[in-house]
Nanobody, 123 residues
Framework: VQLQAFGGGLVQAGGSLRLSCLASEPFFSSYTIGWFRQAPGKEREFVATISASGSSRDYTDSVKGRFTISRDNAKNTVHLQMNSLKPEDTAAYYC?????????????????WGQGTEVTVSS
């Protein structure tokens, strides 16, 4: 599974960005897709995930109520809508594919990764 993340950029605090993850894989609809982020000098952390069917979602506490993950299996795409952005959201954001909806908050359970897209939130 090849994944491509895009949509990052520079935004002021309180602003919004929409990240997208495009997969070149006919079985995309079988995979759980997660978003992770990594700030300089910090470990990669879980942000959000969505099950293959889209019926289950999970978010890290710091983004609940601000971020929304969604998917369009017909277009092999997962989106991460990020609202009310804060400077602490600044990081490289990565999308990843997990064959199962299990252990979704651990990056070790994801088999395929896209390149990062940079998000910078200025105060």
């Amino acid at each position: 599974v090849q994944l491509q993340a895009f949509g990052g950029g520079l935004v002021q605090a309180g602003g919004s960005l929409r990240l997208s993850c495009l997969a070149s894989e006919p079985f995309f609809s079988s995979y759980t897709i997660g978003w992770f982020r990594q700030a300089p000098g910090k470990e990669r952390e879980f942000v959000a995930t969505i099950s293959a069917s889209g019926s289950s979602r999970d978010y890290t506490d710091s983004v609940k109520g601000r971020f929304t993950i969604s998917r369009d299996n017909a277009k092999n795409t997962v989106h991460l809508q990020m609202n009310s952005l804060k400077p602490e959201d600044t990081a490289a954001y990565y999308c990843a594919a997990n064959r199962y909806y299990s252990g979704v908050e651990s990056y070790r359970n994801y088999d395929y990764w896209g390149q990062g897209t940079e998000v910078t939130v200025s105060s």
